[in-house]
Each structure stands twice: as C-alpha cells, then as structure tokens.
C-alpha cells in the first residue's frame, strides 16, 4: 500500500515539474543619452537608487524578465530579457498601463533623456543591433 502511495506520489510530482517548463527569452539592448548637465545626471540616477514599485510591477505584470541599465558618462545601455518574439510596443504599453505612477515615471525620465546622435526629432531610447558575438563552444 505505502508503495502504491509512493509511486502515485512521486507520478504526480513528475507530472507538476514537467509543466513548468522554462519561457525562451532573448535579449535586447538600447541606448538612449541623458541631457548633458551634470545636475540632471545626478537626478536621474538618485531616481533609479529607488524605482518606484509601481514601475517594477507594472515591468512584472508586462512579461520583462529583466532589466539593467549601465552607463558611460551622459550615454545609457539598457538591456532587457523579454519572451522570444515579444511584442516589444505592447509590453510597454502593458507596464505604462498598470498604474496611473507608471506613466507618470515614464513621463519625468522622458524629461532627462535625449536621442543619441543619429536619431529622429523627439525619439529616445533606440534599439542597438548586434554585429559580433564570440561563444565559448
């Protein structure tokens, strides 16, 4: 009988570990640079020492599965781990729409940030493209 307990124990186990099975990501960075007055630098990084939770829930609730930021002087990376094939446009659009403090995050960062040299009138954060990669195999 214990056995039998057992064995219908350790089939449902199997069964509940097979079904979470693991999301494919990919990666995307983009680049965006910061207004260059040392003032606004200062503000923006003081702003991310504590991202208001709203935000990361609001990135939760959009499907990110991670998000870092680096910088060099006044230039931004940011890379983000999204689901493979994500809709990038509406996962934004999610994260902005999960509370009113989202929008307005995304509103008072938009004050510091300017387009890298080579960007459209108004445009921020844009897409870096990858041209080299090395594996160790």
């Given at each position: 009988?214990?056995?039998?307990?057992?064995?219908?124990f350790?089939?449902?186990?199997?069964?509940?570990?097979?079904?979470h099975?693991?999301?494919?990501?990919?990666?995307?960075v983009?680049?965006?640079?910061?207004?260059?007055?040392?003032k606004?630098?200062?503000e923006?990084?003081r702003?991310?020492?504590?991202v208001?939770?709203?935000?990361?829930?609001?990135?939760?609730?959009?499907?990110?599965?991670?998000?870092?930021?680096?910088?060099?002087?006044?230039?931004?990376?940011?890379?983000?781990?999204?689901?493979a094939g994500?809709d990038?446009?509406q996962?934004?659009?999610?994260?902005?729409?999960y509370?009113?403090?989202?929008?307005?995050?995304?509103?008072?960062?938009?004050?510091?940030?300017?387009?890298?040299?080579g960007?459209?009138?108004?445009?921020?954060w844009?897409?870096?493209?990858?041209?080299?990669?090395?594996?160790?195999?």
């Amino acid at each position: 009988m214990m056995n039998k307990i057992l064995l219908v124990f350790f089939a449902i186990a199997m069964v509940a570990c097979g079904s979470h099975k693991a999301v494919k990501t990919e990666e995307k960075v983009f680049v965006v640079n910061i207004v260059p007055e040392e003032k606004k630098l200062q503000e923006y990084l003081r702003y991310h020492q504590q991202v208001w939770p709203e935000v990361e829930a609001g990135f939760k609730k959009a499907g990110y599965q991670k998000i870092t930021l680096y910088r060099y002087k006044y230039l931004l990376v940011m890379k983000i781990e999204v689901p493979a094939g994500a809709d990038l446009q509406q996962m934004g659009k999610t994260a902005e729409a999960y509370s009113p403090r989202c929008a307005e995050w995304n509103r008072l960062m938009g004050g510091y940030q300017v387009g890298v040299p080579g960007t459209g009138q108004g445009e921020t954060w844009v897409e870096a493209t990858p041209f080299y990669e090395f594996r160790k195999e």
